[in-house]
Structure formats: structure tokens, C-alpha cells
């Protein structure tokens, strides 16, 4: 009966615990996903703590959207342990671009160097 208890234990924090790694571009869409409709939870789990002020920053001086947010993914490269995806949203048709960072075995997004370029 013990045995079948701690099985029973370890199973449910196996399921629990779920695979919650998102691959670069999954987390580059939930992030201009968070961010255009200003879901700071969200926003802050998929970013480190650099990007999360950043982009929190430019967040507080857009104007509030009841509308659906698309995201579609335009390019994508991964170098190592950094990736870069540029994205286009229905908020303002305009592209973006994520620089990723893998940190705790999952990619997030931070901040770019003042003079740091991606591959596009």
C-alpha cells in the first residue's frame, strides 16, 4: 500500500509538471500576443528580467485594445542559444523583431545591445 502511494505521488508530479518548453517561436507569438493586449503574467514567465522592463516600459505608452491580437511569424534563426524571430501583429500591421535567450532550458525573450543587429 505504501509502494502504490509514493507510485501514485511521483506520478501526479510528473503530470503536473506537464512539458512547458515552448519552442523559440511559440514564445515569440505569446509574447506579442501578451504584450499588445497587456497581460503582464503572461508577458513576464516568457521574458527575462532585462526584456520584461523593456518591454513593460513601452507597453505603459500604448493605448488600450479590446480587439484580437495575430501574430505571424516572418523569419526566424537560431545562433547557439540565442534566436531571433520577426513577427508581424494585427494591432498595428507592423513587424517586430524577439531576441530570444535560452535560460532554464527554455527560450525568452530580452532585451537587444544599442548596437546589436539580428540576421535581418
Not at 35 to 60: C, M, P, R
Not at 88 to 98: A, V
Amino acid at each position: 500500500m505504501k509502494r502504490l502511494l509514493i507510485c501514485s505521488i511521483v506520478l501526479l508530479f510528473i503530470s503536473c509538471a506537464g512539458n512547458n518548453n515552448m519552442s523559440h517561436t511559440e514564445t515569440a507569438q505569446t509574447v506579442a500576443k501578451s504584450f499588445f493586449t497587456k497581460d503582464e503574467s503572461a508577458l513576464k514567465k516568457h521574458t527575462t528580467s532585462d526584456g520584461y522592463a523593456s518591454l513593460i516600459t513601452v507597453q505603459n505608452m500604448l493605448p488600450e485594445s479590446d480587439k484580437e491580437i495575430e501574430v505571424e511569424i516572418l523569419d526566424e534563426a537560431i545562433e547557439g542559444e540565442i534566436a531571433w524571430v520577426k513577427y508581424k501583429t494585427s494591432f498595428d500591421g507592423k513587424s517586430g523583431i524577439f531576441k530570444l535567450v535560452k535560460e532554464n532550458d527554455q527560450w525568452k525573450v530580452t532585451s537587444k545591445g544599442p548596437r546589436e543587429k539580428g540576421p535581418f
